[in-house]
């Protein structure tokens, strides 16, 4: 279902499924809880890098929460194989990085927004401005510009300045400083709606909507009031989903957000399940990533693409990073009729438990 939005003489996309019902989220503390959940994309014109947050609104605790996904968030690709948040909002789209998202943390995400940054800005003009306490100064647009914002407290943000600062990531920043900065002006954007559910939808058309048929504008303003209404009585909290180095999400993750706050449960903690296996081909021949994924999938393993390299190798390799891996990495090279020469200890890929570079030993 989509809603383009039609500001500044472009198209913004608004993709929601569902209505403004509240529906059982699932078991948390204290029982059922009744949860929306709508999965925002900010995407960059430029770059195409894209920063991810679950708005989270609680009906029955009256609270809500901006959940920061990492873009190296270890997803389950459609048809097998594994790939990272990052890239599947590139790859799957929103649609599909939905579902995988629901599958990982088996969640009721109803729907995505897709709100590139040109919208953005236009979305923060709409509503006045917003008011952020920045951790950075914005850079100007160009060598010799002042600073679209100062670093400080009660900086207030145009249009261009919000996406500067939610997209600002310093040289050598982790992801999660970005994450947070993004999360800010969500939150901000929010504090500056209406939080009366007529006023929201008119402030929805004055946008000037190309509605779809499955989705009303008044569905529209009516979750982005239940949203505003928290952010303006101090209800509304932003948090971070804690991934490990492996893009995956250990106890920790899947106590203090997946369950406590999307009343979901995390399906990668399962210690069953099985090994992941990034595969590189460096034979220099296509059709060997085929025939590996077949072999790997056929053997037990969950296939995960490494994409091709060049030159092609004379030899294969079998890496795991982790020593617990170290059986594991013997035993995928005997399923793929590879050496025990070719298993050694490295850096490996960090949405695999096991990495291979395929060479031109490889027999297919």
């Known amino acids: 279902m989509a809603l383009a939005l039609v500001v500044g003489g472009g198209i913004a996309w608004f993709l929601l499924s569902g209505g403004d019902e509240k529906k059982d989220g699932g078991a948390a503390a204290g029982g059922p809880q009744q949860r929306d959940v709508i999965v925002v994309h900010l995407r960059q014109t430029k770059g195409g890098d894209s920063s991810t947050a679950l708005l989270v609104d609680n009906a029955t605790t009256k609270k809500a929460t901006t959940v920061l996904l990492p873009n190296s968030l270890a997803l389950a690709k459609e048809g097998g194989g594994a790939t990272t948040l990052g890239k599947s909002v590139q790859e799957a789209g929103t649609g599909g990085t939905r579902d995988a998202l629901n599958t990982l943390l088996g969640a009721d995400i109803k729907g995505s927004w897709r709100l590139d940054t040109p919208y953005l800005e236009n979305l923060v003009e709409l509503v006045g401005g917003i008011s952020v306490d920045t951790d950075a100064a914005v850079p100007g647009e160009k060598p010799g510009d002042r600073p679209l914002a100062e670093r400080g407290r009660g900086q207030t943000l145009g249009g261009r ?204």
């Open 161 to 364: 300045a919000a996406v500067g600062y939610a997209t600002l990531r310093g040289p050598g920043e982790d992801q999660a400083r970005q994450l947070a900065r993004f999360g800010q002006v969500v939150q901000a954007v929010l504090r500056k709606m209406s939080s009366d559910p007529a006023a929201a939808t008119t402030t929805v058309e004055s946008l000037a909507q190309i509605p779809d048929p499955s989705l009303s504008t008044r569905q529209l303003g009516a979750s982005l009031a239940h949203l505003a209404e928290k952010a303006k009585t101090g209800a509304y909290a932003t948090t971070v989903l804690p991934a490990q180095q492996d893009g995956t999400l250990g106890e920790k993750a899947a106590d203090s957000v997946v369950k406590d706050v999307l009343g979901g449960t995390v399906k990668n903690t399962d210690k069953n399940a099985p090994p992941r296996v990034s595969v590189k081909n460096a034979t220099g021949t296509p059709a060997a990533t085929g025939t590996a994924q077949v072999t790997l999938v056929n053997g037990g393993y969950t296939y995960v693409d490494g994409g091709s390299a060049g030159p092609a190798e004379a030899t294969s390799s079998v890496i795991y990073t982790d020593e617990a891996r170290a059986a594991e990495a013997k035993q995928v090279a005997k399923t793929l009729g590879l050496p025990d020469r070719a298993v050694k200890r490295g850096k490996g890929a960090g949405n695999a438990d096991v990495t291979v570079v395929l060479g031109k030993d490889y027999k297919s």
